[in-house]
Structure formats: C-alpha cells, structure tokens
C-alpha cells in the first residue's frame, strides 16, 4: 500500500502526518485496496455505509438516477479526493 501514500497524502484525512504515522492508521484501521470494473455501482442511495472510501487510481462518478432511468452527473472524483454531497430537501443537516 506505500505506493499509494503520495495520493493518501492529498487527502484531507491523512494531510500533515507522515509515512510512519499513515502506515500506523491503515493498520489499525483494517485498511485494504478494491479494485472496481468500470461502470461498477459501488453504493445505492439508502444504503447503509459501514466502511470509508478513498479513490487511489482512477475515477468514480457521483450519479443520480430517477425512476425512469434517466442520469444525472452530480460530481467526478479523482485519486485523494472524497465527494459528498446534500440532497436540497437535507441542506439544513449538512
């Protein structure tokens, strides 16, 4: 996995700590690598989430689909970043 640290470093979560430090967190974290075909739906809206996701290599799209299976492109993220994002009927609890 220390040929992701550079990328880990980006991130928000793991800025300003070292390599030591990183390496101590993934372990006690039970950090480990998925890789996804393209196109793979990695979470549904009203799932539940039990696990953090970084993406390392790569892209995933942040989609919406409506009833009829239309799609709208809500974000793109790349390697070190996170996306969240509030539905406007929520904003107040962001």
Known sequence: MKEFFP???????FSGIS??????MLSCLGARIDTFPKGSRLLRA?????????????SALIVQEDI???RNL?????PGQT????????RGQC
Not at 19 to 24: I, M, R, T
């Open 7 to 13: 990328v880990l470093h980006t991130a928000a979560l």
């Open 19 to 24: 390599d030591e430090e990183l390496a101590a």
């Open 46 to 58: 009203g799932e539940a989430v039990e696990e953090v996701g970084l993406v390392l290599a790569g």
């Open 68 to 70: 009829w299976g239309n």
């Open 74 to 78: 809500l974000s793109k993220t790349g």
């Open 83 to 90: 996306s969240r994002r509030c539905s406007p009927a929520r």
